[in-house]
């Protein structure tokens, strides 16, 4: 018994503290078999569509054509339709966020603020199939009515994307809010001192000494963007194509994802094979995005004491 | 004394897993072969189904062709009393043969085209003789937006070109649009897009899917939107998503065919296909939920297949899906 560690207090360590103990560490760790669980998944079925005959990593990777089915394996177009919506999404959530979040920290009354949260997290909390209908039959009419039917298609990225931007601004509304408010009082009152005005006050200081934490999360919300399904199908396109277009209807990663599983076609075609392939792509990139944001985070972040 | 702890732990927390990993909920028994929902006269050969004595789950899936129909015969199967549970996935006719000859998940497959003798192999693999029951007939239909104006027939051969290499209208009849052709067909994985590349292209699905401006999708209804969205817009599905949205779409005629009830009775209309469901004795004589709702169907679906959207099978053609139903129960019944 004696090589039992002593508690700083002097007494033993109870056994139900043991216990609780442990239950969370199991907790913390089936988190991390989850992960692994995914990602090894990942790995072996990929490797199964990579070691067809047919599939070059290289072509995988450049191919300007996807089509499976006839053997044309070229992620590009799917990859640029990401990346159109997801950047559409990002010109819209991260200004509109950021001017919430400086409201909200900088210039909102207690009361205005008591409003406007709860009103931002009703938005977050909004079913992303809602959004689908949502970018389908109001965001891609209105698109329409503005730029002229034979200008937009009925499924279109510009509009997906849009609703993207309007989904994941809550999300940078309410982290870069944090960030801002983790800005020092001090650094504050020292500019106000110094002759600022509120105005310079939060443009030339407080963002500035803000910006590790918000560049974590655009970051985040650049990779929600990503990963974002329910959106894209629905309303960006059902076929891959490579368009740099947003009013043309283009299919996403996550949208052929769900549409082939969606019909859930015969498992070990290339087909099936193939969405594992995207899926660890998918995951790379927002694993990488994530790891850049800590990253970041990490760096940029100054003491201020 | 730490590792002990953090063992107990662990077979705390995993043992529910366990044991939950392992169920296999045992298939309700056969109620001793008999029979207790047939009651009344017998229908088309077939014995009568008393709903309301039928209990236990059924679970199909395939077709999204056939989905409306068997969606309409479930609902009248409940209407007059079933209490159980029909699952009815409408996830395209290979997908449904997957799950029903490979995975041997469902008890009924729902398909708009025969099965396949690579599909049969996979059944037998596990114990399977899938036996088709023929429920009605389809005309494929080829659809425009009412607005439209310029195409109200196609040939064969001008349905090749606008799904395949035409990048313009224009392409294939200088006298339409010059204007980019967007195309809406079902995904890879239905019946109705092995069916239109067998029929329009010889079972060679190449040129369909290597053409531009295609939109891929299982579910029937996105393609009825796209098709509506645009007057450059053509697309094809089940005649039953036509007849539903027949005030947006307007329908081609192929080579010079209507798709009238009689044109596709006689044949004529030349992308008129056979709907089917597919089930297994073996699934009928345990689960006889199962073989009530297939003597339900074959009795009454040409009572509901109009209102639907599709046409009557010829009445040969059902007697032989009937008479199927009676070998698969034989003794039982």
Known sequence: ????????????????????????????????????????????????????????????????????????????????????????????????????????????????????????????????????????????????????????????????????????????????????????????????????????????????????????????????????????????GAGPKLSFNPFRAAETITGYIVRISSGDVSYNSVDYNSIFALGLVLFVITFTLNMVSRKISNLFHQEYD | MRTFMILLMITIVFAPLGAGGSKEAPVAAAQGGSLAWIEGPSVHGLPGVNPLKVSGNIITAGSSTVFPLSERMAERFKEEGYGGTITIDSIGSGAGFERFTVAGETDIANASRAIKAKEIENAAKIGRIPIEFRVGTDALAVTVSKENTFLKSVSKEQLAKIFSTAKLWSDVDPTWPSQPIHRFIPGTDSGTFDYFSEEVFSSNPEPLLAAANLQLSEDDNILVQG??????????????????????????????????????????????????????????????????????????????????????????????????WLEAMKDLY
């Open chain 1, 1 to 236: 018994m004696r090589n039992i560690p002593l508690h700083p207090f002097g007494k033993r360590p109870r056994i139900h503290e043991r216990i609780i103990e442990s239950i969370l560490f199991l907790f913390a760790l089936l988190s991390i078999v989850i992960t692994l669980g995914i990602a090894i998944i990942l790995i072996r079925e990929s490797y199964l569509f990579f070691s067809d005959p047919e599939v070059g990593f290289w072509g995988f990777l450049t191919g300007k054509e996807w089509q499976p089915m006839i053997g044309r394996f070229g992620i590009l177009p799917l990859l640029n339709a990401t990346l159109i919506t997801s950047v559409i999404a990002m010109s819209l959530g991260i200004p509109i966020g950021l001017f919430v979040a400086i409201y909200l920290s900088e210039y909102a009354s207690d009361k205005t603020r008591g409003i406007l949260k709860p009103v931002l997290e009703v938005l977050a909390g909004i079913p992303t199939i809602v959004y689908g209908y949502f970018a389908l039959t109001f965001m891609t009419p209105l698109l329409r009515s503005i730029f002229g039917d034979g200008t937009v298609e009925i499924y279109n990225t510009a509009s997906a994307g849009l609703v993207i931007g309007i989904l994941v601004l809550p999300m940078i509304a309410t982290m870069a809010e944090d960030a801002i408010g983790a800005v020092p009082k001090e650094l504050r009152l020292a500019a106000y001192a110094l002759g600022a005005t509120k105005l310079e006050t939060t443009i030339r200081v407080v963002i500035p000494a803000a910006l590790s934490g918000l560049s974590a999360t655009f970051l985040l919300a650049l990779s929600r963007a990503i990963g974002e399904t329910m959106i894209v199908a629905l309303a960006a």
């Open chain 2, 227 to 324: 098709i509506k969205g645009s007057p450059y817009a053509i697309g094809f599905f089940g005649y039953a998503y036509y007849a539903e949205n027949a005030g947006a779409l307007n329908i081609l005629a192929i080579d010079g065919v209507d798709a009238t009830s009689a044109n596709v009775d006689n044949g004529s209309y030349p992308l008129a296909r056979p709907l089917f469901i597919y089930s297994d004795a073996k699934i009928m004589r345990e689960k006889p939920q199962v073989a009530a709702f297939i003597d339900f169907y074959l009795s009454y679906v040409n009572e509901e297949v109009v209102g639907v959207g599709y046409f009557p099978a010829n009445e040969e053609i059902l007697q032989k899906g009937r008479q199927g």
